[in-house]
Nanobody
Framework: QVQLVESGGGLVQAGDSLRLSCAASGRTLSYYAAGWFRQAPGKERVFVAAISWSGKNTHYAESVKGRFTCSRDNTKNTVYLQMNSLKPDDTAIYYC???????????????WGQGTQVTVSS
């Protein structure tokens, strides 16, 4: 089992940056691929970014490509999502997930955090 806790969310203005962290406890996170998903008000949860267990491979949703960067530090059991040039459309609850497959499908992730709110004002 892996327990995930996200942090780093908050209220920012358009154009600002935030870095989200996802800290794992229980089994080491290095055994798993990790992903970030987000759910905007009134909408379904959607894929944002994924990173392989080694960190060598990453994949991004088109809406965040070039602005967001996913990374990980397996020595700290933590995955990060650096978000630059934030837009009001990025407002959502951001969830971290871990699973055995490097994937953009929610169904491939077994463990989920509680989420952290990101609000971007115009």
């Amino acid at each position: 089992q892996v327990q995930l806790v996200e942090s780093g969310g908050g209220l920012v203005q358009a154009g600002d940056s935030l870095r989200l962290s996802c800290a794992a406890s229980g089994r080491t996170l290095s055994y798993y691929a990790a992903g970030w998903f987000r759910q905007a008000p009134g909408k379904e949860r959607v894929f944002v970014a994924a990173i392989s267990w080694s960190g060598k491979n990453t994949h991004y949703a088109e809406s965040v490509k070039g602005r967001f960067t996913c990374s990980r530090d397996n020595t700290k059991n933590t995955v990060y999502l650096q978000m630059n040039s934030l837009k009001p459309d990025d407002t959502a609850i951001y969830y971290c997930a871990a699973g055995s497959s490097y994937s953009y499908h929610q169904r491939d992730y077994d463990f989920w955090g509680q989420g952290t709110q990101v609000t971007v004002s115009s």
